[in-house]
Structures are given as structure tokens and as C-alpha cells.
């Protein structure tokens, strides 16, 4: 339960953190997202699909780090990491050694963030009442 208390808003920081900086500084995200929506036959918007990210992000990291729906708030921020994770840093990219260790690096932190989000969505909730026993 201690643990709890601080891993939790641990990983609500970075969350909150990386919308807030996707909300002050949208255009390389916007970028990323448009190539990879450039593959499916739907038109969408990448404007709107990394402002609406931005907002699961500081929405499920304010929501995890207060203690409140902190599993549903976990699901749904590993749910938005993972396609943020595939669209920012493509291995097939090309570019120097220097960038592509750079991306490797942010995709294994992702990583490392993701399964931290995982165990946080199977850790138990809240707090819970014991039963007295009567008799």
C-alpha cells in the first residue's frame, strides 16, 4: 500500500508531463501521427488526434496520481501509450546512429513505462475495509 502511494504518482508525473508538453508543443507529435495515419484508407485529423491523446494523458495522470479510478485511469494510459510509442519512434526510420539509439532509447523507456502502467492497472485499489468480526 505504501508503495502504492508513491509509485503511483511516480508514473501519473510522467504522464501528466509528456501532455502538457504535447499541448505546448503539438508539432512533431501532429507529424509522427500524420505518417502514420497516411497508411489507413480513413481520414482523420493528426491535430485531433494528438490533442485528444494530450488529454487521456493529463486526464489519467491527474486521475492516478490522486488516488481516484487509479486502474482505469492505468489501462487508459498504457492504451494511449502504445500507438504515441509506434508512430514516434519507427526503427525502419532512417537517419544517423546518433538518432536511431536516441529513438531505441525512448522506445525502450516507453517500454519500461508501460509495464509499470500494466502492474499499476492489477495492483489493488483504494482502500479497503476490513470486516470485524462479530461474536
Given amino acids: 500500500m505504501l508503495l502504492s ?11 501528466v508531463a509528456n501532455g502538457v508538453e504535447t499541448l505546448l508543443n503539438p508539432k512533431p507529435k501532429i507529424e509522427a501521427t500524420a505518417q502514420l495515419l497516411a497508411r489507413t484508407p480513413a481520414p482523420v485529423n493528426p491535430a485531433l488526434i494528438v490533442q485528444a491523446g494530450a488529454a487521456v494523458k493529463i486526464v489519467g495522470g491527474v486521475l492516478m ?13 498504457a492504451a494511449d501509450l502504445i500507438p504515441g510509442t509506434v508512430a514516434e519512434h519507427p526503427f525502419s526510420a532512417a537517419g544517423s546512429p546518433d538518432a536511431r539509439k536516441a529513438r ?4 525502450l523507456s516507453n517500454c519500461g513505462l508501460l509495464g509499470g502502467l500494466l502492474l ?9 475495509r476490513r470486516r470485524r468480526k462479530r461474536g
Fill in 5 to 15: 502511494r508513491v509509485a503511483r504518482p511516480l508514473l501519473a508525473a510522467v504522464s
Fill in 65 to 77: 496520481g490522486l488516488g481516484w479510478a487509479p486502474r482505469i485511469a492505468a489501462i487508459a494510459l
Fill in 104 to 107: 531505441q532509447a525512448n522506445f
Fill in 120 to 128: 499499476a492497472s492489477t495492483a489493488p485499489g483504494g482502500k479497503r
